[in-house]
């Protein structure tokens, strides 16, 4: 398996774990059960995850009103977007 497709699974993986972080967060949230940290959550996006947080943010409606998810996610995405097409770029492979 070659190092792209590891790095593509990777991606996958990890915005699914996002995703489901942010549903559980929800669902908990309305229970009124423990909750899952948000620093949990900025570490899954900062892994590149941010993709799956910001999805969950919009499709469970949950901290989208925080600033710091409302903006921070999204910068943070628009960062390893950036980051990803530069190390492509450099190694002169293609994007995907």
């Not at 549903?23 to 948000?38: C, G, L, S, T, Y």
């Not at 949950?62 to 980051?83: S, T």
Request: aromatic share 8%; charged share 15%.
């Amino acid at each position: 398996m070659s190092t792209k497709a590891i790095l593509l699974i990777y991606l996958l993986v990890i915005n699914i774990i996002g995703l489901a972080a942010m549903a559980i967060d929800k669902i908990r949230a309305m229970d009124r059960r423990f909750r899952v940290p948000e620093a949990v959550l900025f570490i899954i996006a900062l892994m590149g995850g941010s993709l799956g947080i910001l999805i969950g943010m919009h499709l469970f409606r949950h901290k989208r009103r925080k600033p710091l998810f409302r903006y921070g996610i999204p910068l943070l995405l628009v960062i390893q977007i950036a980051a990803w097409l530069a190390l492509c770029t450099t190694l002169h492979v293609q994007f995907l």
